[in-house]
């Protein structure tokens, strides 16, 4: 059964936005270490952000200031807003909850981003 449900990916032009979500069922994401990574076509798959159950962030350099990574612990939803998009972010965006006590590592089944110059 699904437990990560993604959505929206999609085509922007370069400099605008897209904010990918992904939900969680039966999980809460209090106590995950959530992230998003992304794999480009003959690129190796990359920790893009990730967010800690207590609310820490941590990004990789090439999207730090311009991508955020959120939770609406609510909602059990995770958010990725990318914010001057460039064609070098276009790739499948996955999200990953982990939980490393309980040997758990959960993936949703990626989303595809494609930024045009």
């Known amino acids: 059964q699904v437990q990560l449900a993604e959505s929206g990916g999609g085509w922007v032009q370069a400099g605008g936005s897209l904010r990918l979500s992904c939900a969680a069922s039966r999980i809460s994401f209090s106590l995950f270490l959530v992230a998003w990574y992304r794999q480009a076509p003959g690129k190796q798959r990359e920790l893009v952000a990730s967010?800690?159950?207590?609310?820490?962030?941590n990004y990789v350099v090439s999207v730090k200031d311009r991508f955020t990574i959120s939770k609406d612990s609510a909602r059990e939803t995770v958010y990725l807003q990318m914010n001057s998009l460039k064609p070098e972010d276009t790739a499948v965006y996955y999200c990953?909850?982990?939980?490393?006590?309980?040997?758990?590592?959960?993936w949703g089944q990626g989303t595809q981003v494609t930024v045009s110059s």
């Open positions: 990953n909850a982990k939980r490393s006590s309980h040997a758990l590592d959960l």
């Open positions: 967010i800690s159950g207590d609310g820490r962030t």
